[in-house]
């Protein structure tokens, strides 16, 4: 089992930056280690979009189109926490961003912090 604490939501105007954190903590025997950690949003109205993942098997991030180079996903593997760098911000980054974290094919959830981008 898998949990995850996000933090670092908040409002910002056009061209803003802002720092996601999520902290993955896991209870699996063994202390098996979370294989990737990564970020969905959900804008109001719209479906929920991939935003972006960090694989630990590759040691690299992917990212959604729509984010790229403009976002950086890093991992602090000492910590277990995942950060999402937002810069250039504009206000179809608007949503509610949640960290997820995949162990064991299973994928688990963050509750969710609001991104609220004002033009």
């Known amino acids: 089992q898998v949990q995850l604490v996000e933090s670092g939501g908040g409002s910002v105007p056009t061209g803003g930056s802002l720092r996601l954190s999520c902290v993955g903590s896991t209870r699996t025997p063994g202390n098996k280690g979370i294989d990737s950690l990564g970020w969905f949003r959900q804008a109001p109205g719209k479906e929920q979009e991939f935003v972006g993942i960090f694989k630990r098997a590759e040691n690299a991030a992917h990212y959604a189109d729509s984010v790229l180079g403009r976002f950086t996903v890093t991992l602090d593997n000492a910590k277990n926490t995942v950060y999402l760098q937002m810069d250039n911000l504009v206000p179809e980054d608007t949503a509610v961003y949640r960290c997820?974290?995949?162990?064991?094919?299973?994928?688990?959830w963050g509750q969710g912090t609001q991104v609220t981008v004002s033009s």
């Open positions: 997820f974290g995949d162990q064991n094919a299973m994928r688990y």
